[in-house]
C-alpha cells in the first residue's frame, strides 16, 4: 500500500504561482511513477503532469510550459510547481502514485486532493 499526503493548495490570483507537494509513504519501493491530475466542477479528471522513477516527464496541452513537475527522492515526495496561473486552473489536484506490471498499470494510489483557485 502506498499512502499520498497532498499540500500546497491555496487562493491565488491570476498570473501568480504556487507550489503543490505529495508526500508518498510506505511500499514507496514499489512506484513506478507519480503525477498530478485535477478535477473542475463538471469536468472529468485531467491529467496535469507525470514523472516516472526514471525521470521522464509529461505535462497536459493547457499548462505546457507553466507548470512543471519534480521529484525529490530522498523525502519520497513530488513538487508541482504553477506559475502563470489561470482562472481556468482552478480545480481540486490529486496526486497519484502507480505500479506497473507487464508494463501496464496495475494498481494507483490516490491522495484526498487539495482545492487551487485562481481568481480574475
Known amino acids: 500500500q502506498v499512502q499520498l499526503v497532498e499540500s500546497g493548495g491555496g487562493l491565488v490570483q491570476a498570473g501568480g504561482s504556487l507550489r503543490l507537494s505529495c508526500a508518498a509513504s510506505?511500499?514507496?519501493?514499489?512506484?513506478?511513477?507519480m503525477g498530478w491530475y485535477r478535477q473542475a466542477p463538471g469536468k472529468q479528471r485531467e491529467l496535469v503532469a507525470g514523472?516516472?522513477?526514471?525521470?521522464?516527464?509529461k505535462y497536459g496541452d493547457s499548462v505546457k510550459g507553466r507548470f512543471t513537475i519534480s521529484s525529490d527522492n530522498g523525502k519520497n515526495t513530488v513538487y508541482l510547481q504553477m506559475n502563470s496561473l489561470k482562472p481556468e486552473d482552478t480545480a481540486v489536484y490529486y496526486c497519484?502514485?502507480?505500479?506497473?506490471?507487464?508494463?501496464?498499470?496495475?494498481?494507483?494510489?490516490w491522495g484526498q486532493g487539495t482545492q487551487v483557485t485562481v481568481s480574475s
Open positions: 497519484n502514485a502507480f505500479q506497473l506490471r507487464n508494463g501496464v498499470r496495475d494498481r494507483e494510489y
Open positions: 510506505g511500499s514507496i519501493l514499489s512506484i513506478n511513477g
Open positions: 514523472i516516472t522513477s526514471g525521470g521522464s516527464r
